[in-house]
Nanobody, 127 residues
């Protein structure tokens, strides 16, 4: 089992930046993919960015060039994933979730392909 804990959400004005972090615990050696999703009220979770252990990264087109994911390079496992968000817009206001999957996953931005989820952290961007 893997547990995920997000941190770093909050409120910011449009054009500002926020940094989210996700820390995994438990059987972290099994994690091959870690991702960030977000959910707007009344909608399904949408993928923001995913990283594969070893460094392959994929971004949603809506955040490419504004958001950056990175891992804690001091660790040999993929267990800490950071989402640096810049040039935030009101449309980025959502609940942000961290997700993880083992080797049965892929570099996917589809929420149904992830087994492990954090509780989420709220991001609010005011215009």
């Amino acid at each position: 089992q893997v547990q995920l804990m997000e941190s770093g959400g909050g409120s910011v004005q449009a054009g500002g930046s926020l940094r989210l972090s996700c820390a995994a615990s438990g059987y972290i050696e099994s994690i091959v993919y870690m991702a960030w999703f977000r959910q707007f009220p009344g909608q399904e979770r949408e993928g923001v960015a995913v990283m594969r252990r070893g460094g392959t990264i994929r971004y949603a087109s809506s955040v490419k060039g504004r958001f950056t994911v990175s891992q804690d390079n001091a660790k040999t496992t993929l267990s800490v994933l950071t989402l640096q968000m810049s040039a935030l817009q009101a449309e980025d206001t959502a609940m942000y979730y961290c997700a993880a999957q083992d080797a049965r996953g892929s570099v996917s931005l589809v929420h149904t392909e992830y087994k492990y989820w954090g509780q989420g952290t709220q991001v609010a961007v005011s215009s």
